[in-house]
């Protein structure tokens, strides 16, 4: 059987964790009693009890909850300490119910049936410090004149407990002055106000609360925005405010139906005034808010360190605020989930000692690059189950969260998002825990090698494949450093040819912590999904299956390059003279743009004609020239004489071409042999086609027997033509005179 020990508030529960004593206490033998600790304690809690039984005057604490009794119990020990009555149908308690019981310190009337609490009931309980009326929906808070009359003089009571004494879906409230002024005196810390329609408070309420006030909950109200709000500042030792649960819809049940509602009754204490109890109140100038048409100022307490303000149905979007208070503020936890905030612009400043910050299940979709300016302290933010997909992919240049260095978790599950760019963690080196699982990615590209501390890393539930070999080596990195745990369950891995690598990595890193491993499913385009506990024996098999694959794409890549090769080289094997010729004329072309750009092009040539030949025919063909020159007043360009020096040869030659109204080649079989003499036969022929529009301007000179047989085939249409002379062979003197004449002739055709 368990034993007795209070709970947080002071009541009893039962636990097994302490050993105690059993002992008999009660006239009811059902009632369990213990002595803990020196203490007697007496268990009678769902006995079916309509009166209570006695007990002995050792005991000090008593648990009569969720019993059926009509009347406060009169014959309790006169020194007890703690007293649980809840959960039973007591109706009225009169200043003469608590009389005897004057050192009682712990007192709940919870969830009973209670109309009225007469005033002073609690006149004579100067040491209560907990109190719990909470739960009697027919009292509603026009009891607390009564209340906080009997204990204005009180110095131990620490927690009032007023929760849901209005009726679940009666008329809103307001609270007033006359009902909390009797406790400026006190030492009180908690007060409990939720689940009350309250929908606002009048102005002087917060301000004249006791200074000792550490814990307020306005929870499951209706609260309306009000001058009141601006009096919070003046809490100066509140710890911990709620204001939750806002405007809720409560589940309709059977009991509401049959609720008495009450709540828009007179005081109980209407003829109570201040004055006659010695109690004043002084009107405060209250802090108006500091309104530009940038921002908002709002006062804070000084000490607040946690502020509650979740499931609430108000719809807005947070903009500048600016926060102040007496000292640095100390504000360090902000609860803002589960309402409807869809933008969050800011900047919120003033706050900067906050490291605790939800704003999950918002309906969030923007996010302003300014919003967490001044908020750089975070370490834990919540941003689940919004819709920031399509902010994200545009926050290229990772704006939004560029000032949280000091972040370290991070939470953007059920957000919509399909890409991620690059930059957007891109400041966030502190960061151990980043989740964004349940989200449509389909790859993970982002840069983590920075975030030296990571630890965590969730993307389950997307829809990724694999994960890339920058990111694997990325996390490979990071795992070198602290233990890494990643969660890819519930995403579309793929265990084919090219995957192969990452499957190898998943079964093979040590370092890295894969959570929930065993529901890890591989599939591929010809088998339904594997799970990877067994993927094994599946790994071998896409091995050998890869391996050839990768054999014959080794061969088909080669032989496409080796056809590519060799289509190319033939190509260029057989436009090689037509592109060199190209190339040569087009740089001759930029020459003359660039450094004359005032020489007029293919107005005139230099030449009548070009000779080309080999050096060994050189006395031949400089005899041949004198005579040409002086005899037929022609000018002839021989590469000897005419070929300005410092210029390459083929530039030479390709100018001294086109600055030739015709070009003649003395065949022999050196000229054959000569590399430069071909590379002047090929420009020539190029000219020819290319810029003379078809006119022959190239013929030959054979000075040798059956030397034309010997020319490449590409030249055999000169000798179909006949676009060539033979010099004769006897060397007689009027053959020779009759060749230069006839060459001559040819050259001056087209002058």
Known sequence: MGNFILNGLGFLIITTSIQVQALDCSSDKRCVCRNINGQIWANCKKLRLETAPSFSSEVMGINLADNILPRFPTNLPLNILYLDVSKNNLINVTKDSLTRYSRLRNLSISENLLHTIELGSFA??????????????????????????????????????????????????????????????????????ANNRINSLESGVLTELPKSLKYINLANNVLSFGIYLLEFGDLSN???????????????????????????????????????HGVTTVKKQIKLPLLTQENITVFLPPNLKTLYFHD?????????????????PMLSRIYFQNNIIHEL????????????????????SYISPRFFEDLKNISYLDLSKNALGENLENDVEGEIFQNLFMLKTLNLTRNRIVRLPIKVFRNLMQLENLNLSFNSLSTFTVPVSHMNRLSHLDLSNNQISSLSRETRDMLDAISQRNILSLNLKGNELRCDCENLDFVKWIISSKNINFLHFDEYVCSSSN??????????????????????????????????????????SRILYRYRWKLRYMYYVARENYKINVY?????????????????YADEDRVFVINLVKHLEREFNLRLCIHQRDFIPGTGIADNITNAIHNSRKTFCIITSHFLDSYWCMFELNMAGMETIYSRNGETILFLVALERDVMKKLPFSFMDLIESKSYIEFPEGGDDEEVTAFRSKLADTLRQSI
């Open 596 to 612: 004359r750009p005032d020489a007029l092009p293919n107005a005139s040539y230099h030449f009548d004609a070009f000779v080309s």
């Open 124 to 193: 004579n309980s100067s040491d209560l410090v907990h109190l719990d009326i909470s739960g009697n929906q027919e009292l509603t808070l026009e009891v607390m004149p009564n209340i906080s009359s009997d204990l204005r003089n009180s110095s131990s009571i620490r927690v009032l407990n007023f929760e849901k004494l209005q009726c679940t879906y009666g008329v809103s409230f307001i609270i007033k002055r006359h009902h909390t002024a009797f406790l400026k005196h006190t030492h009180l810390e908690e007060l409990n106000l």
């Open 312 to 328: 609430n149905l108000y719809k807005m979007t947070l903009q500048n605020f600016v926060f102040k208070s007496v000292k640095t």
């Open 238 to 276: 509140i710890i911990t405010i709620n204001a939750s649960f806002q405007s809720s819809f409560h589940q309709i049940g059977l009991i509401d139906f049959f609720t008495s509602c009450k709540d828009t009754k007179p005081g109980q204490c209407a003829n109570l005034a201040e004055n006659q």
């Open 345 to 364: 612009n800011g900047p919120i400043t003033g706050i900067e000692s906050v490291v605790h910050a939800d704003f999950s299940n918002n309906f969030c």
């Open 527 to 568: 088998s339904s999904g594997i799970p990877f506990s067994e993927i094994e024996n599946r790994l071998q098999m896409l091995e050998k299956q890869c391996s050839s694959y990768t054999l014959i794409i080794v061969i088909m890549t080669s032989l496409t390059i080796v056809v590519l090769t060799i289509t190319i």
